[in-house]
């Protein structure tokens, strides 16, 4: 309703500017006109011409001395000021101009009739209404018919929407129309967002999923150990047993939600401090038996840009793991002015080729760490950490056997 309304002023300011400049244009021809016929009173007066002009020769009292033929039908003029003016005379509408001849010969007024420049000026008007009412509504049908095929993506948009929320199937997209423009863009990055959320939510039911699965068994087994423990028949070294099962179970439970929770914030890790690498390495090293290759000077102070607690968690990661399937690790520290590497190597038995992407998924463990302790979410958490930071995880060979992993993270400038 609003386009409609500024169409509609448009052209009524339109209209009424036309029907000005006509007007005033009309009214300016006459008045050069009446101009031009005064400039010439003799022939203008003459007894024995006979003109169709209307001229008058006005004493100053107002007596008139002489009419051309034509006023004279019509009756004559009052005496009037220099200058323009409109009057009727006999029922006809007159613009007149009276000027000045002399002291002694009065004044001369000169006419002519206004009335067509009046029926011109009254179908003037009438043709501008209709004009004006006519492209009103036919600018008004235009209008609406563009403003609806334009905002027909984003009326499907709302109908996906109202459609995600009702069925909650994150799967639905936004038909993309053809084009560059500013709602064809709008519709991309909704089908943009509709495939994160999607991926999103299908990581979210997944994790859900193995979460469950994987608490299963050391609530089950904690549950079982605490009910021997109730019984009172159960004593020495079986009960002392027990304990020591639902103590491991316990802590078994504690890192899994720990891990779980860990990998929960990696999903919101915003990049805000400026964390020196080679710090976080020095001390994950520390009281462990990993060591540390020489750090190259080039390196030594070097900075990314990330979350302390988070980079913490994937340097821990790393080095547990190696000490976990290798027996040990061999940390080093590289880097250039885009990009710092942290790898750590283990004499393992290292990582088959088919499984060096799937390692990196929740919960997945390989057939050698079945009887190992971990959840398997170490290797999932410095994936996604590393990710979160806008860098990369790998994992290779280690010469002369093991596995070796590596991080690429970009190097704060």
Not at 23 to 32: I, W
Not at 309 to 327: D, K
Not at 362 to 381: D, T, V, W
Request: with cysteine.
């Amino acid at each position: 309703m609003g386009g409609v309304a500024a169409v509609c002023l448009t052209a009524l300011v339109v209209a009424a500017l036309a029907y000005l400049l006509v007007a005033n244009g009309s009214r300016a021809y006459e008045d050069r006109l009446l101009a031009q016929i005064a400039s010439r009173p003799r022939q203008l007066l003459a007894r024995a011409a006979r003109y169709t002009e209307l001229g008058q020769l006005t004493a100053r009292n107002g007596a008139v001395l002489r009419q051309t033929v034509a006023l004279a039908k019509l009756g004559k003029l009052p005496l009037l000021h220099p200058g323009f003016a409109n009057l009727t005379l006999a029922h006809r509408p007159l613009r007149v101009f009276t000027k000045v001849l002399s002291r002694r010969r009065g004044l001369l007024s000169v006419a002519v009739s206004d009335a067509s420049a009046r029926a011109d000026l009254a179908a003037l008007r009438r043709g501008v209404v209709i004009a004006m009412l006519a492209g009103t509504l036919l600018a008004s049908v235009i209008l609406v018919t563009i403003t609806r095929r334009a905002l027909a993506p984003l009326r499907e948009t709302a109908d996906v929407a109202d459609r995600i929320v009702s069925t909650g199937d994150l799967a639905a997209r936004v038909p993309e129309p053809s084009g560059d423009d500013e709602i064809a863009s709008l519709t991309r990055s909704l089908n943009r967002m509709l495939g994160h959320l999607e991926s999103s939510d299908a990581a979210l039911r997944r994790l859900v999923a193995d979460a469950s699965h994987e608490l299963r068994s050391p609530v089950t087994t904690l549950r079982g150990n605490l009910e021997l423990l109730l019984d009172a028949r159960l004593q020495g070294a079986d009960r002392e047993e027990a304990l020591r099962d639902a103590h491991a179970e316990a802590e078994r439970l504690a890192k899994l939600v720990e891990d779980l929770l860990t990998l929960a914030r990696t999903d919101t890790v915003r990049g805000v401090d400026r964390v020196a690498l080679t710090e976080f390495v020095q001390a994950a090293v520390a009281g462990t038996s990993a060591t540390l290759a020489p750090v190259p000077a080039s390196v030594a102070g070097a900075q990314v840009i990330g979350e302390p607690v988070a980079l913490r968690a994937l340097v821990r990661n790393l080095i547990e793991n190696a000490e976990r399937y290798g027996g040990g690790a061999e940390v080093t520290l590289a880097g250039d002015e885009g990009w710092l590497t942290l790898a750590v190597a283990d004499h393992g038995p290292g990582v088959p080729e088919a499984d060096r992407e799937r390692i990196f998924g929740r919960f997945m463990r390989g057939a050698e760490a079945a009887n190992l302790p971990g959840s398997g979410l170490g290797l999932a958490i410095v994936a996604a950490t590393a990710r979160a930071h806008g860098g990369t995880v790998t994992v290779g060979e280690t010469a002369g056997g093991g596995a070796t992993f590596s991080v690429r993270l970009p190097r704060a400038i």
